[in-house]
């Protein structure tokens, strides 16, 4: 059974890798994630504007329209996803 939490380097590798696949966002059509994914972290493509949810009990828990330069990532326990400018791809947790 996977556990939730990166107990293991094993899972770590896997998620940075792209084993548990990814969702790719862009404005319009298709720019919110489909309900109940998580995501391990985000990676810009397009000048993104985009708002989350951060899964996690210390620091800030929502972000709203966040702007990420091309390639720049954010990392945690994400989910929520929408993408108003630009497009990303989004890592799925386990």
């Given amino acids: 059974m996977a556990t939730k939490q990166l107990y293991s380097a094993n899972h770590y590798h896997r998620m940075s890798f792209g084993d548990y696949g990814f969702r790719y966002l862009e404005s319009g059509n298709g720019n919110t994630s489909p309900s109940g994914e998580r995501y391990c972290f985000i990676e810009s493509l397009d000048n993104t504007t ?29 989910s929520d996803i929408t993408v108003t400018h630009g497009a990303c791809i989004a890592y799925l947790r386990n």
């Fill in 50 to 78: 985009l708002s989350f949810t951060n899964n996690t009990p210390g620091g800030d828990t929502s972000v709203t329209d966040l702007v990420l330069k091309d390639f720049h990532t954010v990392r945690g326990d994400i």
